[in-house]
């Protein structure tokens, strides 16, 4: 059942239960006012005929016929019955009394009014004392007119119900239609994504909160999915960039093995070689699961950086003979533990503090680690060739290198390795350059 279909029935339900409590409630109330008003109005003229039965003597003649036409205009004396003390009819024309029990003649004479009903008529009784004895007038109106009110009043509350009804249905729809409004356009735009703009988010010029966190939760969840595909084409692209190096030296290398015969010395030379590429192999390998996604939960342990820069600086140093000067600014020591992987982050290290002694010609690089509002930087910089200001935004990009790089070696993805195991580490990684030098900013 669609949304609209749904809230239209939930409001015709709704509304249904709460019309027919306030219908009920309106009858009733509405029923019981008007038998308290029959009740008064019959109370009035039990007293008027009272007075026109049993006050005779003691009225004046023009007295007694302004009660006459007072009483012909209120009730007729065919509905006016007087008992005496002995519960005998003394007075009153009304012919059939079979409705009147003795037992309401005791009850009007005990409480001195009292009233009661019957299908077809109201009766009223008071009580009356007089010179000429104790009487107990009763008096009736007939139900009809009341009746016809009632059965009015009724008709009036079905039809308002049914009337309610559709009212509800109809607008309960529109108010569906607008509450549907959005998700239809949620559906439609998801309808025309493609492969070429499966990645463009979803916008809503016109949503209310719950439907605008779905959309947000939906962007988000796109954005994760096409960053999921880059990493893919990165892993691809990696595949086929870097595995067809040392897949083609190996087999060049076997073949040219295989052409001729060799000694001891020559074949422990090949196989020092394919050693090598194996080994090449092995690294391409474990750099291409980190760089696909295929790897992205790794053991995290508390560490220290700044061991890790120190252990990296160290290997640098041996294999390189490189020139690293270290300033540590830190007040906070705590600031240079950190949630990591510790392996990943020497990497990452390696890369760039590789990338600034080799581009700067194996000159002077400083380390900088400082703090700032209560976190960690390290500043790496080198006297270097410098990144030109229109590749600054690519070389985070895989295989990407700059203009000026092309007389050293390199495949252009320790950069964007470093960045990823960077960005595992919830640490931002920022560039600047200028002529001779380059800074790589890492806020953790």
Known sequence: ?????????????????LTLLISVVIYFSYFVQMEKSEQSALESKSLLAAIYYLERDELSSLEHENIQRQLQKTISRSNIAVFDSLSHKKAGAMASISDISLDFILKVRNEKNSFFTTSDFFYNGIYYEDNEGDFVIITRDPKESFNNQMHSLLQILIISFFIGLLII?????????????PIIDVISQIKDRDSRNFHKPIHLERSYSEIQDLVDTYNLFV?????????????IDFVSHELRSPITALMGTLEVTNKRERNKEEYEDVILQLKQYTNDLQETLEH????????????????????????????????????????????????????????????AFNNIIENAIKYSDNGKVSILITEANGNLIISIIDNGIGIPKEDLQKVKENFYRAENTKKYSGKGIGLSMANIIFSLHKINLEISSEEGKTQVILKF
């Open 1 to 17: 059942m669609k949304l609209k279909d749904r809230l239209a029935l939930y409001s015709i339900l709704i509304f249904s239960v």
């Open 169 to 181: 249905y109809f607008f309960s729809r529109f108010l569906g239609k607008i509450a549907y409004q």
């Open 223 to 235: 954005d994760r999915i096409s960053q999921t595909f880059n990493v893919q084409k990165n892993f």
């Open 288 to 347: 291409m699961m980190l760089l696909s996604g295929a790897k992205t939960s790794f053991d995290f342990s508390k560490i220290r950086i700044d061991e890790i820069i120190w252990q990296v600086i160290e290997n640098a140093i041996l294999y390189f003979k490189a020139n690293v000067e270290v300033n540590i600014q830190v007040e906070n020591t705590k600031l240079l533990e950190w949630e990591g992987n510790e392996k990943l982050l020497e990497l």
